[in-house]
T-cell receptor, first 114, second 113 residues
Framework: GQQVMQIPQYQHVQEGEDFTTYCNSS?????IQWYKQRPGGHPVFLIQ?????EVKKQKRLTFQFGEAKKNSSLHITATQTTDVGTYFC??????????????FGTGTLLAVQP | NAGVTQTPKFQVLKTGQSMTLQCAQD?????MSWYRQDPGMGLRLIHY???????DQGEVPNGYNVSRSTTEDFPLRLLSAAPSQTSVYFC????????????FGNGTRLTVT
């Protein structure tokens, strides 16, 4: 079946350092979505990218969707302690099925040391 | 708006017992879904619904039943609990056509012994 892998599984950074997580799907995705889950909490939607090669920014966060619509990345510039949490990518497969039938990536846990 | 409300927050079951995880949303969202979250595996879709009276299977539907008699409610039934169903369960909802999850519930932590 379809798989969405994220690397790294875990990243520990000093506050102020940059951070990047990569998302790779075994199949083409209709779109890519990113979610953040704080420890002990529930996932929260961050952003959705739809077009091949699309790049979007939210303050210190930069999101990219690959040309082949099979991979994506999230880059955080100058991390802060509020960035702590697990970041998940997700997307519906590009076969015309229900767009809400999401496949989630394995997640990257970010720890930020003050 | 309360958003997506899940009950209970914690539950311990013995193997073979059955139970229902409740989920209700007050945002009039058409789409609702259930996910389970296990360490290192992200969230996996169990069942989803695109509207009242319509449900479909996700990635890991075995051992679970759902129904959607109203727009607001989407209960998840465990028919005969197994230790492999120990997990954190999240209910989610979205408006029709949005394509991403607008709101998650706070989760139910289920342990099956």
């Amino acid at each position: 079946g379809q798989q969405v892998m994220q690397i790294p599984q875990y990243q520990h950074v000093q506050e102020g350092e940059d951070f990047t997580t990569y998302c790779n799907s075994s199949t083409t995705l209709s779109n890519i979505q990113w979610y953040k889950q704080r420890p002990g909490g529930h996932p929260v939607f961050l952003i959705q990218l739809v077009k091949s090669g699309e790049v979007k920014k939210q303050k210190r966060l930069t999101f990219q969707f690959g040309e082949a619509k099979k991979n994506s990345s999230l880059h955080i510039t100058a991390t802060q302690t509020t960035d702590v949490g697990t970041y998940f990518c997700a997307g519906p497969p590009y076969y015309g099925g229900a767009t809400n039938k999401l496949i989630f990536g394995t997640g990257t846990l970010l720890a930020v040391q003050p | 708006n309360a958003g997506v409300t899940q009950t209970p927050k914690f539950q311990v079951l013995k193997t073979g017992q059955s139970m229902t995880l409740q989920c209700a949303q007050d945002m009039n969202h058409e789409y609702m879904s259930w996910y389970r979250q296990d360490p290192g595996m992200g969230l996996r879709l169990i069942h989803y619904s695109v509207g009242a009276g319509i449900t479909d299977q996700g990635e890991v539907p075995n051992g679970y039943n759902v129904s959607r008699s109203t727009t607001e409610d989407f209960p998840l039934r465990l028919l005969s609990a197994a230790p492999s169903q120990t997990s954190v369960y999240f209910c989610a909802s979205s408006p029709k056509g949005q394509g991403f999850v607008r709101a998650f519930g706070n989760g139910t932590r289920l342990t099956v012994t």
